[in-house]
């Protein structure tokens, strides 16, 4: 235990004082202020005409204005880059300079290193994901007035816990493939690979499959129409990010009732009110469960395969 | 435990799939010995090393280390025991001291002593002034210097360095050998060193061991190795002036002579058992001059390259 908070405390001191960890805060929080500020803005107007709106507060993390997406947008895509960047070479690294063999031969568990840099990371994770949020809620609070309630901070909370799992996701893959590959070029290309295929082309594979599995065109049936959008959908929630997407899309817009493709039928009649927040959390559960279970498991692979990697350099 | 050995391999081996990288090894080595592990690259000394460690597994056999089974409690063997790996790697970011208060933290050294232990340890090893300095801007002689005062800050019992002197200018050599030898004595510490640099060896070493393909070919001081080599043969050199053939006859007929080689006025005399009075008597007999005689002795290079051409 000693030695794992004494490997914890020194990734933790370097990740803070790392140049690219440094950088990826900066853009992120740069873009992220930019990004509430444009939101702020038409929050404004828009309250002027519509005093009684709901989760008006909510909105300053969720609204798109023009051209820049919203405040969890850029968590959600820079949010992997940090995991990556934070975990890329925690291993590879310290076997090629000769360090591990060193740390290794001092009287720790071989378990404390790998468990301490991969929560090393997290609590980076935690503390910059915070005081991001907390920097743009001072800037929201100023620019429009509104405090939050408290059902907002819980689903802000709920955000944030997401987050901080999810981008340990990818903190645990990069780390995974610091102990599969010897050399860190070939694990940070294969980790941002893997993030870009899950990404972006996750989107266009699933919409060509279910293409070509179930062929549809404007005059198609209704059925065929949804069972198409259901296989999309089904292969898209292959991938993490999908997952992440629709979780923290229903956690901060109480509005999102559905996730699935609804017909015009389904929602006649239906009052457009925001869900509370335990039906938000009924509609995600399956999303947020995997979350985290995926994170577990790319850890316990990263964890059983170095505890039987030989250390010879 | 007074006379139980400080480092005990007892049938140790090591098998990576086909090959078998150390085989049914047994060494002991004795409190505040210098014991120099010698063998040719890839022979296994390393793999050796990192099982009496407890980094690696043994395939069979038990290594024990102050007592302490290396594979069962390799946590109690890694307190006690100061590790020195090959090509030893510091965080170049950090500075030296850093990077030894890591170790320190690591060994759960208390902080004050931590810090205090650290300025010493910089002493002790000639580094007292680049404490504050990244390691990044460190030649390779002082990384090796820094590495043995970090294997110091734990105060161990037992030392075993990988190759401490490899890739070091000959003055840089001869600094880490002192400092070990400063050790030893000083410290009353048990020293292991493994290299392939055998004239280093002899010098600092009480006893060596030669490991060839995994398989401790011989085991004992550099002298006890030699005679052994000789195997009752010694081979005498004699310069007689002058050396007639005469003189060749007449020592080629003492008992025990096998051959007498002339070049000039030097003789190499081979023989099965101690012949050097006969010789003697034999070169005034012949009324020459018996300017020297000297009989050969191995050099730890000569022996080590019989033992591993032997081996082959």
Request: hydrophobic share 50%; with cysteine.
């Amino acid at each position: 235990m000693r030695g794992m908070l004494a490997v914890f405390w020194k990734e933790v001191s370097d990740h803070m004082g790392s140049r690219r960890f440094l950088i990826l805060f900066a853009i992120i929080g740069l873009a992220g202020l930019w990004a509430t500020y444009v939101a702020a803005q038409s929050i404004r107007s828009e309250l002027a005409s519509n005093p009684d709106s709901r989760f008006v507060f909510l909105r300053v993390f969720t609204s798109s204005s023009g051209l820049l997406p919203p405040f969890v947008s850029f968590i959600g895509f820079f949010g992997p880059l940090v995991g990556l960047a934070l975990g890329f070479d925690a291993i590879n690294r310290e076997m090629s300079e000769g360090t591990m063999s060193r740390v290794l031969s001092q009287p720790l568990y071989r378990d404390s290193v790998i468990n301490g840099k991969f929560l090393a990371g997290v609590a980076t994770i935690t503390v910059m994901l915070l005081s991001l949020i907390l920097i743009v809620s001072g800037l929201g609070l100023q620019l429009i007035g509104v405090p939050p309630t408290q059902e907002e901070m819980l689903r802000l909370l709920l955000f944030v816990m997401t987050s901080i799992i999810y981008i340990a996701f990818w903190l645990g893959l990069a780390i995974l493939f610091s102990i599969l590959f010897r050399r860190t070029a070939t694990s940070a290309l294969g980790a941002i690979a893997l993030w870009v295929f899950l990404s972006f082309f996750m989107v266009m594979i699933a919409g060509a499959a279910a293409d070509a599995a179930i062929p549809v065109n404007e005059g198609s049936p209704p059925e065929l129409l949804v069972r198409n959008a259901n296989l999309r959908q089904g292969i898209m929630r292959m991938s993490p990010t999908t997952l992440y997407d629709e979780a923290i899309g229903t956690i901060v817009s109480p509005g999102v009732r559905t996730l699935g493709p609804v017909l015009v039928q389904q929602v006649q009649g239906l009052i457009p009110t925001p869900l509370r927040l335990s039906q938000s959390l009924n509609l995600v559960w399956p999303q947020l469960t995997t979350i985290v279970a995926l994170t577990l498991v790319v850890f316990a692979i990263g964890y059983v395969r170095f505890m039987r990697q030989e250390i010879r350099a | 435990m007074a006379d139980q050995a400080i480092i005990d391999a007892t049938n140790l081996s090591k098998v990576y799939g086909e090959l078998v990288a150390v085989n049914r090894l047994n060494l002991q080595v004795q409190e505040g010995e210098i014991f120099g592990f010698l063998g040719p690259n890839g022979a296994g000394k390393t793999t050796t090393i990192l099982m009496l460690l407890g980094l690696t597994e043994p395939t069979t056999g038990a290594a024990r280390v102050c007592g302490y089974n290396s594979a069962r409690e390799p946590l109690k063997v890694k307190r006690l025991t100061g590790y020195l790996p090959e090509n030893v790697g510091f965080y170049g970011e950090l500075t030296a001291r850093q990077n030894l208060m890591y170790t320190a933290r690591l060994n759960a050294v208390p902080e004050k002593l931590a810090v205090s232990r650290v300025s010493e340890m910089m002493e002790v090893v000639g580094l007292p002034d680049v404490g504050d300095k990244k390691v990044a801007e460190f030649s390779r002689g002082m990384k090796q210097r820094l590495g043995i005062a970090d294997v110091l800050i734990k105060d161990p019992k037992v030392i075993i360095l990988d190759e401490p002197t490899l890739g070091i200018d000959p003055d840089g050599s001869a600094r880490i050998l002192d400092l070990i030898v400063d050790l030893s004595h000083r410290r009353k510490m048990t020293i292991m060193l493994s290299s392939h640099m055998l004239y280093q060896v002899q010098r600092i070493c009480s006893r060596v061991g030669i490991l060839v393909k995994g398989k401790m070919v011989a085991l004992g001081s550099v002298d006890q190795l030699g005679k052994k080599l000789e195997a009752g043969k010694t081979t005498l050199d004699v310069e007689a002036s002058p050396a007639t053939p005469e003189l060749v006859d007449s020592i080629k007929r003492i008992p025990g002579v096998l051959n007498v080689e002339k070049s000039g006025d030097l003789l190499t005399i081979a023989a099965d058992k101690e012949v050097r009075s006969l010789v003697a008597k034999a070169v005034t007999q012949t009324r020459s001059a018996l300017l020297q005689m000297r009989l050969q002795d191995y050099t730890l290079e000569e022996i080590y390259l019989r033992y591993f051409r032997e081996a082959h």
